[in-house]
């Protein structure tokens, strides 16, 4: 099969022909036909996190927002059938014994597999998956509509229910990127009144297309006290998709007091937190790593029903070295999906 391949950390990836793996025993495999490309892959191929670079698997297929068709099925597998249009996620695997798998909480399993880091994942013609952590799409998505839905979606969505988010409260949206945009259409769904923040107004304008009812460009001086008069003392909840220092920093200040700030976006350095500001507002911090198969099953249902829907750029998957650097220098708008 073709498969585009990450050799070496930091190095660009290479297209070529490796054998189509064999599924074995619970497993399936998948004729790929679309596979989002994620902020992570990037940050996987440049070997930029500590906590994944040791156990990132070289050489690698990057992609973990795979979506395709079932062509062959391992002994044991007796939920799908050939044919089954279904995508694959973040988790490859979880051992569902562990506390954590238990309570519910398999994004934490200590066992976990990653698809695109600790086996391999979508850039790819055929893809091996776990029958278990696989799921069905339903029959309205298409494929590459899908895709960004397996990650992107399904993080965010993680991150709403995580802060508890509900409707009538007011919900600041913080990057409007491929996480962002689905995040203002999921807190909508909710019924929360939502404010798009970012620093960009081409993406502020696609804010507005995904149902955004205030606009901030951050970059204008006192942004926190645009949030601050435009609520009535700050959002209730801010969901900080963007990996930028600057960002959080502004969320804290932005805060509602008694208010909640999912993290989502991961800043390389850390961040300054102001322990008075906290005691005195009373804040609380979470944070969302993906989603389980449970929140995956809830975000793909809400798509069916047309409450989120990606705005996605197909490319050929041959270009998947132009998307990451793109990706790098902040080019892209929405999500790029590569198609087989
Ligand atoms: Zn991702
Ligand atoms: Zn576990």
Redesign the pocket.
């Known amino acids: 099969m073709k498969a585009v391949v990450l050799h070496a950390l930091a190095e660009p990836l290479v297209t070529e022909e490796i054998p189509t793996p064999l599924p074995g025993t619970g497993e399936v495999l998948i004729k790929v036909a679309a596979c989002?490309v994620?902020?992570?892959?990037l940050h996987l191929a440049g070997g930029e996190w500590d906590l994944l670079k040791p156990i990132t698997k070289l050489p690698l297929i990057l992609g973990?927002?795979v979506t395709g068709t079932i062509t062959a099925l391992g002994e044991g597998v007796t939920e799908f059938q050939i044919g089954d249009r279904v995508g694959v996620p973040?988790l490859h695997y979880t051992c569902g014994e562990c506390e954590f798998c238990l309570a519910g909480r398999e994004t934490l399993c200590g066992k976990q597999q990653i698809t695109g880091c600790t086996v391999d994942g979508g850039f790819a013609e055929y893809l091996k998956a776990k029958a278990s952590h696989t799921a069905k799409l339903p029959d309205n998505l298409s494929f590459a509509e899908a895709a960004p839905l397996l990650?992107?979606g399904l993080?965010v969505y993680n991150a709403l229910k995580t802060a508890e988010v509900h409707a009538g409260q007011k919900v600041a949206i913080f990057g409007v990127g491929g996480l962002g945009h689905l995040a203002i259409q999921l807190a909508k769904a909710k019924g929360a009144e939502v404010l798009a923040v970012d620093v960009a107004d081409a993406k502020l304008q696609l804010a507005r297309e995904c149902g955004a009812d205030h606009l901030v460009n951050i970059t204008a001086t006192q942004a926190h006290k645009e949030l601050k008069k435009l609520t009535g003392g700050g959002p209730h909840v801010i969901v900080v998709t963007s990996g930028s220092r600057a960002a959080y920093e502004t969320a804290l200040r932005s805060l509602r007091r008694g208010g909640t700030l999912a993290v989502v976006g991961m800043a390389p350095e850390p961040i300054n937190v102001s322990t008075v500001a906290l005691v005195s507002g009373e804040f609380r911090i979470v944070a969302a790593a993906?989603g389980t198969r449970q929140d995956l099953h809830e975000v793909l249902a809400l798509a069916a029903a047309g409450k989120v829907k990606c705005h996605i750029e197909t490319r050929p998957f041959a270009q998947a070295n132009n998307v990451l650097q793109e990706m790098q220098q902040g080019r892209l708008l929405g999500r790029v999906v590569l198609e087989l």
């Open positions: 989002g994620c902020h992570s892959d973990h927002e973040w990650c992107a993080t993906v």
